[in-house]
């Protein structure tokens, strides 16, 4: 494949072949898997806050599980591409970096859906919405990096221990209770700095809800400038590491 | 001549050591590979299973690896196709290759076969509308067009067996590494598939195919190279190459050398003896075979399993598996000697078996001895001493069955023939037998 209009019809077609296994082959299920579950979600855990009038309540929540969702799906159905069509890089068809940025537009697509969805509740309650989208895009921007760069090592580490598809799911899980989606960031209190250098994701929810929302807290000093770099450290290291080596590592595995 | 179009330069593969006892660097470096430090998992510093291997494959020509299971002919291939990286050593391939070796290989799960052919044939050099063309061609051909809209998850195995050789044929790529893997899968649709062989050779392809019938072997292609150990034992005319391969022999496995460090017994000696106890040199159909093994064990096994199987080409095809029998020692320690003697067994002539044993302690899970191939041989005789006459019976009884058993015919007319191991001519089994056979 050498001609980028050759890359280009491989791209098309490997981005039409990953939407379609997560939203074309089973729609109903993919409404309630990305839609409704999330939404019902946000619903039920706004009921449940007793702390403030239901109005104010579920808005950050959406708008910082929107950010987390695009987390997970870029793990589950960016990076982790790479371990479920394993097959089709075996025989060396397309560059695993070529799949990966078509696997990248499933989370994508669904991170608009959300935003969409949430404007739109927004826009119905008669909320105020928030600022710049620069900031809800830099936020997404670092979910997805981190996403894709945690899915890559995933698939890395599945290929090597397969039973580790079983564990991702609750690492994904716990990754959202050290993420404050269902809590505010300042819920952390003195932990908050620290928490936001550790975990990305804090700064990248916050970033959400700053993009969504008026109301925010505010972010420690350089938090923003350490979640870019590590989340940005974090893809370009699995990059690097689909440039060096194939992914056929099972034949060695004998 | 014609330019070379698949070169292999020096290839050699070890496989990674077995787990060790050293669990702490073993994760270090099973951590080291997923971050991309190191391109292994495992220390490549086990068995060799491809040794040294140079060999070219010109345009328009075909080579044909033959040899025992095991003895690293689709190894060679997987390092052909850039499957499998090697331990050192280079492949150089002319004008993009395309590889027929697992049919799972290669293959969007979601997009259909439509589609995954034209990745294919976008990715070996071809256009779009080029490789839509190709793709109907080849559904034709491999009489899958009902399937090609549908996702290839959905496929059966033949089905996807089909589509994956439709690919190598059909779509842009000059050299075509072939696993006969249609021999087991699809035997009908392979006799098309090798009757396309001389169209891909004279458009210019070049073809390295690795089969377990000879017989083929020695229909399709003039060149064959025979695979022992990891090693090209021999490279030249078919005719010549297949004689020497099924040369009637006995062969024993090396013994294990030393003690691996987590080994609980080892092959102290291996023999395998003919009917009146003495080292077997050949075999013949009807030849009672007998195992002698001698094991060494640092310790103590109670109530142990023993396995012994003779497998052809295509597998296994008798055991003696004391998991059926029952028949189990009460313990064996130190120097342990076991003789199985198979009996009745009328295995066909000028081919290939070989022998394998395994050891499992009284839970029937807990592995004493690893399942090994402890020896080879190749069956003496011909059709003719076995009784088949004809005049296809040689050529096809090479890569026919590899048992024989009685059989008759029956016709309107009553019995017309039948065949019984008992009327066979080869009440020979000696090594002055070896060599009329070979006269």
């Known amino acids: ?24 082959r089973a729609p109903i299920r993919a409404l309630w898997k990305h839609i409704l579950l999330p939404i019902a979600i ?29 987390f997970a799906n870029s793990v589950n159905q960016g990076g982790m591409m790479l371990w479920h069509e394993r097959w089709l890089l075996r025989q060396a068809v397309v560059p695993p970096a070529l799949l990966l940025a078509a696997a990248t537009l499933v989370p994508l697509a669904l991170f608009a859906v959300h935003l969409s969805l949430v404007h739109l509740a927004l826009l119905a309650s008669a909320l105020p919405r928030g600022g710049a989208g620069v900031e809800t895009l830099l936020g997404g921007g670092i979910a997805a990096a981190f996403g894709l760069g945690a899915g890559i090592f995933a698939a890395r580490v599945t290929e090597v221990r397969p039973t580790f598809t079983l564990m991702l799911p609750k690492l ?48 420690p000093r350089h938090a923003v400038g350490i979640a870019c770099a590590s989340s940005s450290a974090i893809l370009c290291w699995g990059l690097l590491t689909l440039r060096g080596h194939s992914f056929v590592w099972t034949d060695e595995h004998v | 001549m014609s330019e070379p179009a698949l070169v292999l330069n020096g ?94 290989y290669g293959w969007h799960s979601t997009l259909t076969g439509r589609e995954n052919l034209v990745l294919r044939g976008v990715s070996t050099g071809l256009s779009v509308s080029e490789s839509r063309l190709r793709a109907e061609r080849l559904a034709d051909f491999v009489e899958i067009s009902d399937w090609l809209d549908r996702p290839v998850q959905d496929y059966p195995d033949a089905t996807l067996t089909r589509l994956a050789f439709g690919a190598l044929a059909f779509l842009g790529a000059r050299v075509l590494v072939w696993d006969d893997v249609l021999e087991k899968r699809d035997p009908l649709f392979r006799q098309k598939c090798l009757a396309l062989i001389p169209t891909l050779l004279r458009e210019g392809k070049a073809v390295l195919m690795a089969t377990h019938d000879v017989g083929k072997a020695k229909e399709i292609s003039p060149r064959a190279i025979w695979m022992e150990e990891g090693r090209v034992r021999a490279d030249g005319a078919t ?31 291996i023999e395998l003896l003919d009917k009146e106890g003495r080292t077997a040199t050949c075999y013949f159909p009807g030849d009672p075979i007998r195992v002698a093994i001698e094991l060494e064990l640092t310790q103590r096994v109670d109530l142990p399993y023993f396995l012994v199987s003779i497998a052809g080409a295509f597998g296994p095809i008798v055991a003696a598996s004391m998991f059926h029998d029952g028949c189990r020692p009460p ?20 081919q290939r078996f070989t022998v394998r044993f395994a050891v499992y302690a009284a ?34 009884i090479l890569g026919g069955p590899p048992m024989l058993t009685d059989y008759n015919w029956t016709m309107p007319g009553g019995i017309e023939r039948a065949w019984t191991a008992k009327t066979m001519a080869c009440e020979h089994s000696t090594p002055t037998a070896v060599e009329d056979n070979r006269r």
Not at chain 2, 243 to 267: C, F, G, I, N
Not at chain 2, 378 to 395: I, K, M, P, W
């Open chain 2, 239 to 269: 005719h010549s190459v297949l004689e020497r391969y099924l040369e009637p022999r006995v062969t024993v496995a090396a013994l294990d050398p030393s003690w691996a460090p987590a080994a609980v017994s080892r092959l102290a000696s």
């Open chain 1, 172 to 219: 994904i899980l716990a990754s959202l209770v050290l993420t404050p989606v269902f809590y505010p960031l300042s819920a952390l209190d003195g932990l908050k700095g620290a928490w936001c250098v550790a975990n990305p994701l804090c700064v990248a929810t916050e970033l959400g809800r700053a993009g969504m929302l008026l109301h925010v807290d505010p972010l």
């Open chain 1, 1 to 24: 494949m050498t001609a980028p209009t050759d890359a280009l019809s491989a791209f098309a077609l490997l981005s039409k072949g990953c939407l379609r296994r997560e939203l074309g």
């Open chain 2, 363 to 396: 839970d029937g899970v807990t592995v004493v001895h690893p399942k090994q191939v402890i020896a080879s041989f190749v069956t003496g005789g011909s059709a003719a001493s076995c009784g088949f006459f004809h005049t296809l019976a040689e050529g096809r």
């Open chain 2, 331 to 350: 313990f064996i320690d130190g120097r342990y000697r076991i003789e199985c003697t198979f009996e009745k067994i009328v295995l066909a002539p000028k």
């Open chain 2, 11 to 104: 290839i050699s593969k070890r496989l990674p050591s077995g787990p060790s006892r050293r669990r702490l660097s073993s994760t270090v470096r099973r951590f080291a590979h997923v971050a991309g430090l190191s391109s292994d998992a495992a220390p490549n510093t086990g068995r060799t299973i491809v040794d040294n291997v140079h060999l070219t494959v010109r345009s328009g020509e075909i080579a044909v690896l033959v040899g025992p299971p095991g003895c690293g002919k689709t190894s060679l291939l997987r390092i052909a196709a850039g499957v499998l990286r090697p331990t050192a050593g280079g492949v150089r391939v002319a004008g993009g290759s395309d590889s027929l070796i697992d049919p799972r």
């Open chain 1, 42 to 70: 946000v619903a039920f855990v706004s009921v449940l806050d007793t702390g403030a009038p239901l109005r104010d309540r579920w808005p950050p929540l959406a708008a910082a599980g929107a950010i987390w969702l695009l």
